[in-house]
């Protein structure tokens, strides 16, 4: 196997090593930044002869500091993300159709995993992966209205506490003791939590989910064409 870029590996861990207050500390992010690095490269190499028992092709790997590389890898990703947003809601919708009694809190976790995975694809990444700018993608006004719904049901309520409008509560205030100079109360906190379908008009967004993800398949196409020169004078070289 030819690594055309043959480029010192990243290793996260043992950089955070570099930065601990004792050696011992160091000493435990090594030995795990090396039996990560072990781990990878061992699934690597499944992969790989999963790959070559497929095909008589020659193959090429790809290294970590190959132009392209992570822009390649971040796509497919998003692609794979979108594709386990659209298959959560279907399922969702299979579930519920075919069992009267199916728990609401499965269909609400299923929800969850859509949106999550639609979510961040869009959310930029401090660790060198590409994101989805919206402007780019989200073309339609009905595919903006569908993708701000999505994305602040992540924001206000999955992800973080916000007002939306799957939590409503109140504060209610009984009286306890009454005197001529003092009252006390007991407060409670009632909470109504919806669970189930998140959204109803799920094959709208199962549609909008799948031209969005035409899209990206697009944008990768590109970048594997723009790779397809870089790989080819890397081997007459």
Request: charge should be positive; proline fraction near 1%.
């Amino acid at each position: 196997m030819l690594n055309l870029t043959k480029g010192s590996a990243k290793e996260s861990a043992l950089s955070t090593a570099d930065k601990c207050d004792n050696e011992k500390e160091c000493e435990i992010h090594r030995d795990a930044g090396n039996n990560l690095k072990k781990m990878n490269q061992e699934l690597e190499k499944q992969v790989l002869d999963i790959i070559k028992s497929e095909t008589d092709a020659q193959l090429w790997t790809i290294g970590e500091d190959a132009k392209l590389r992570m822009p390649i890898i971040s796509y497919q990703l998003i692609i794979n993300d979108l594709q386990i947003a659209v298959d959560s809601i279907k399922k969702a919708v299979i579930l519920t159709e075919k069992f009267e009694k199916l728990d609401d809190l499965i269909v609400s976790a299923l929800w969850t995993q859509a949106i999550m995975r639609y979510s961040r694809c869009f959310k930029k990444s401090d660790d060198g992966y590409s994101s989805l700018e919206p402007e780019k993608y989200i073309v339609s006004n009905r595919s903006k209205t569908f993708h701000s719904t999505l994305i602040s049901i992540r924001d206000s309520f999955l992800a973080h506490r916000g007002k939306n409008d799957f939590e409503h509560h109140m504060v209610v205030a009984t009286l306890l003791k009454k005197s001529k100079r003092s009252y006390q109360f007991n407060f409670q906190v009632p909470s109504l939590h919806i669970q189930g379908h998140f959204i109803k008009n799920h094959k709208s967004i199962i549609k909008h989910i799948e031209t969005l993800q035409r899209r990206v398949s697009f944008t990768l196409d590109k970048k594997c064409r723009a790779l397809d020169r870089i790989v080819w004078n890397e081997i007459k070289t």
